[in-house]
């Protein structure tokens, strides 16, 4: 492949415009196309006045900006496209409109020609089923505001040409971009990956043990998130996001990993999609989302007698709290002292029936993230609300802060990352992508704090594994069933980023 090619953007709306702007700064010749008059010459205009931006800033000069100007063009015709070297589709997401669109370019380019679909949801195999030549057909999934997301996907159909999903690799690169190459399958790997987030923070919901502002606050303050499930949720329109739930959801088989809420239809009924409505999970004024205040602290108790479980992670720890707030440390848990346990993937009433403790004094404390950042409390059934205002003031007595949610297998954070990390491991099993696809493209294309399979590495895999099993015995729910990927590199005390051994 030539260092400057004839690329074609086909569809002048958001995406298109971004796709046209990032290999015109990258030195190529781009032709945007629209089917509606005067749609291509407008996007060409405001791709030129975003650019012409980073001459004001001093981010580009005025030379370098002529030169960017000299090759976006909009084509006023399909056939005006005819000795384009790669040709980008971002027009509707409807697999018949962008069939027909291929078959199109396929009566005017050449046979070497590139044809490359940005959806976000088709299979690209049925997009390619339409044409006479499917194996120069693939998928360029970019992102919104592609520019600044410093990522694209690679999608290989079954028939496409592994030289031109090299190609492709070597294009977005040259652009300065991340390629991840991803299988044909449901999602891809970006929004196949992020469904731990979502499904589970609304399984939480559905559950009731914790409210949308608490579950944010905690995977946000506890786990590192930008933001929690329901910010996402509101920022991207729950009337989309349902879509890709429920589309992942079939075209998987209705694997249960990847199962919808039932809280989700009623609200879509209802028109509360989020920032663009003004009503989401949340409520906003303009752009501010209104969030609830966390309750306030409680008074800690004047007299307080705290055990706390000889297994749990932080016991040391929570031992030098007791002591700098004043209450008295005990050794066995006696009548009337606060109760502390600290369970793997459990429960708080399982913690206090396994071990013989009484429900209406005892609390969970989450272990995972550690007492130096946010701290998630969790309560039996029957944990008294004396106990429950005594805890929550103990542990935020040296200013970190606290959350207290109802009962729920693996508290929010446990449950959560565990969920992500058996995804990616899945699609990994599966040869969706590689581990280091699958890690650039989490961080880059989700924004997360690090790469799931590094994250599992982090708390542990076998911990993970641990959380994983507990979950799914507690609830019998097989969304919980680990990843053979995850359970045979755990059984050889492998880590999770190794690269992978050699295949038949």
């Given at each position: 492949m030539t260092d400057t090619l004839k690329i074609a953007v086909i569809g002048a709306g958001t995406m298109g415009r971004g796709i046209v702007q990032l290999f015109a700064q990258a030195g190529h010749r781009v032709h945007c196309f629209d089917s509606s008059d005067g749609a291509a010459g407008k996007a060409v205009d405001f791709v030129l006045g975003m650019i012409g931006r980073g001459v004001a800033k001093g981010r580009i000069d005025a030379d370098e900006f002529d030169r960017i100007r000299g090759r976006v063009y909009a084509a006023a015709a399909i056939e005006d496209l005819a000795d384009c070297d790669v040709l980008i589709e971002a027009i509707v997401e409807d697999l018949e409109a962008k069939r027909a669109l291929f078959r199109r370019l396929e009566a005017v380019v050449s046979q070497q020609a590139i044809l490359a679909s940005n959806t976000s949801s088709l299979v690209v195999a049925e997009i390619a089923a339409a044409c006479a030549h499917p194996q120069r057909v693939a998928g360029l999934h970019f992102f919104n505001p592609v520019p600044l997301m410093k990522v694209a996907e690679v999608i290989a159909a079954v028939r496409t040409d592994a030289?031109?999903?090299?190609?492709?690799?070597?294009?977005?690169?040259?652009?300065?971009?991340?390629?991840?190459?991803?299988?044909?399958?449901?999602?891809?790997?970006?929004?196949?990956?992020?469904?731990?987030?979502y499904t589970e923070g609304l399984r939480l919901l559905e559950e009731q043990a914790a409210g949308v502002d608490q579950v944010d606050r905690v995977l946000r303050e506890a786990a590192g998130f930008r933001m929690g499930p329901f910010e996402l949720l509101d920022l991207t329109g729950?009337?989309?996001?349902?879509?890709?739930?429920?589309?992942?959801?079939?075209?998987?088989?209705?694997?249960?990993?990847?199962?919808?809420?039932?809280?989700?239809?009623?609200?879509?009924?209802?028109?509360?999609?989020?920032?663009?409505?003004?009503?989401?999970?949340?409520?906003?004024?303009?752009?501010?989302?209104?969030?609830?205040?966390?309750?306030?602290?409680?008074?800690?108790?004047?007299?307080?007698?705290?055990?706390?479980?000889?297994?749990a992670a932080d016991r040391e720890a929570l031992k030098a709290l007791v002591q700098a707030a004043g209450m008295q440390w005990v050794e066995s848990p006696v009548p009337d002292a606060l109760l502390i346990v600290q369970p793997w993937g459990?429960?708080?009433?399982?913690?206090?029936?396994?071990?013989?403790?009484?429900?209406?004094?005892?609390?969970?404390?989450?272990?995972?993230?550690?007492?130096?950042?946010?701290?998630?409390?969790?309560?039996?059934?029957?944990?008294?609300?004396?106990?429950?205002?005594?805890?929550?003031?103990?542990?935020?007595?040296?200013?970190?802060?606290?959350?207290?949610?109802?009962?729920?297998?693996?508290?929010?954070?446990?449950?959560?990352?565990?969920?992500?990390?058996?995804?990616?491991?899945?699609?990994?099993?599966?040869?969706?992508?590689?581990?280091?696809?699958?890690?650039?493209?989490?961080?880059?294309?989700?924004?997360?704090?690090?790469?799931?399979?590094?994250?599992?590495?982090?708390?542990?895999?076998?911990?993970?594994?641990?959380?994983?099993?507990?979950?799914?015995?507690?609830?019998?729910?097989?969304?919980?069933?680990?990843?053979?990927?995850?359970?045979r590199r755990v059984a050889l005390g492998l880590s999770l980023c190794t690269p992978e051994a050699a295949r038949r």
């Amino acid at each position: 492949m030539t260092d400057t090619l004839k690329i074609a953007v086909i569809g002048a709306g958001t995406m298109g415009r971004g796709i046209v702007q990032l290999f015109a700064q990258a030195g190529h010749r781009v032709h945007c196309f629209d089917s509606s008059d005067g749609a291509a010459g407008k996007a060409v205009d405001f791709v030129l006045g975003m650019i012409g931006r980073g001459v004001a800033k001093g981010r580009i000069d005025a030379d370098e900006f002529d030169r960017i100007r000299g090759r976006v063009y909009a084509a006023a015709a399909i056939e005006d496209l005819a000795d384009c070297d790669v040709l980008i589709e971002a027009i509707v997401e409807d697999l018949e409109a962008k069939r027909a669109l291929f078959r199109r370019l396929e009566a005017v380019v050449s046979q070497q020609a590139i044809l490359a679909s940005n959806t976000s949801s088709l299979v690209v195999a049925e997009i390619a089923a339409a044409c006479a030549h499917p194996q120069r057909v693939a998928g360029l999934h970019f992102f919104n505001p592609v520019p600044l997301m410093k990522v694209a996907e690679v999608i290989a159909a079954v028939r496409t040409d592994a030289t031109v999903v090299t190609r492709l690799r070597d294009l977005v690169a040259g652009a300065g971009h991340r390629a991840v190459v991803a299988a044909d399958q449901p999602g891809f790997l970006v929004n196949h990956a992020g469904r731990g987030l979502y499904t589970e923070g609304l399984r939480l919901l559905e559950e009731q043990a914790a409210g949308v502002d608490q579950v944010d606050r905690v995977l946000r303050e506890a786990a590192g998130f930008r933001m929690g499930p329901f910010e996402l949720l509101d920022l991207t329109g729950l009337d989309v996001s349902s879509k890709v739930m429920s589309s992942i959801y079939e075209q998987f088989q209705q694997e249960p990993r990847f199962r919808p809420s039932s809280l989700v239809p009623p609200r879509v009924a209802a028109g509360l999609f989020g920032r663009k409505t003004g009503q989401g999970w949340y409520a906003y004024e303009g752009d501010v989302c209104q969030v609830q205040a966390a309750p306030p602290v409680p008074t800690l108790p004047a007299a307080l007698q705290v055990w706390v479980a000889p297994a749990a992670a932080d016991r040391e720890a929570l031992k030098a709290l007791v002591q700098a707030a004043g209450m008295q440390w005990v050794e066995s848990p006696v009548p009337d002292a606060l109760l502390i346990v600290q369970p793997w993937g459990g429960d708080a009433t399982g913690e206090a029936v396994a071990h013989g403790l009484d429900a209406a004094r005892c609390v969970a404390l989450d272990p995972l993230p550690g007492l130096a950042r946010h701290r998630t409390l969790m309560l039996t059934v029957a944990t008294t609300p004396a106990i429950r205002d005594a805890a929550h003031a103990l542990c935020a007595h040296d200013g970190v802060g606290v959350t207290v949610i109802n009962d729920s297998p693996g508290f929010i954070v446990q449950r959560v990352l565990a969920t992500i990390v058996n995804i990616a491991a899945q699609i990994a099993q599966r040869g969706i992508a590689s581990v280091e696809d699958i890690e650039d493209a989490v961080k880059m294309g989700l924004g997360y704090p690090q790469g799931p399979l590094s994250w599992g590495d982090r708390i542990g895999g076998e911990r993970v594994l641990a959380i994983l099993r507990r979950m799914q015995a507690v609830t019998g729910d097989p969304r919980y069933r680990p990843s053979p990927w995850l359970e045979r590199r755990v059984a050889l005390g492998l880590s999770l980023c190794t690269p992978e051994a050699a295949r038949r």
